[in-house]
């Protein structure tokens, strides 16, 4: 993957442990990470986080399934991700994207 890593690699059908792979990041056991990868559940989630009034706060939002779907529906997203790499990961590949993402 030479580095690249899709807006969207769980959408693109790139599982999140290749994604991290490629990061040259792991799941962090101390963090209690797990990383959505079911983009049926993404959208069922989003959908019903939709019933509620933005701005939506989202936290450690991994790679970013939800935040993209919330962002990429015009709602203002504030992102808090205690892990430096995803976080890292996260504004560069977020970065001008619709929305408000922190």
Do not use: C, Y
């Not at 994604?19 to 959208?43: C, E, H, I, M, W």
């Amino acid at each position: 993957m030479d580095g690249q890593v899709p807006r969207e690699p769980w959408m693109a059908g790139a599982a999140p442990r290749r994604t991290l792979a490629a990061l040259g990041l792991s799941p962090r056991k101390s963090l209690g990470q797990n990383f959505l990868a079911d983009r049926n559940v993404a959208g069922k989630i989003v959908s019903l986080a939709r019933s509620f009034h933005p701005p939506f706060l989202e936290i450690g939002p991994g790679l970013g399934a939800l935040t993209d779907l919330l962002a990429d529906s015009g709602a203002p997203v504030v992102a808090v991700e205690i892990d430096r790499g995803l976080a890292a990961h996260l504004r560069v590949r977020l970065a001008g994207a619709s929305g408000s993402r922190g």
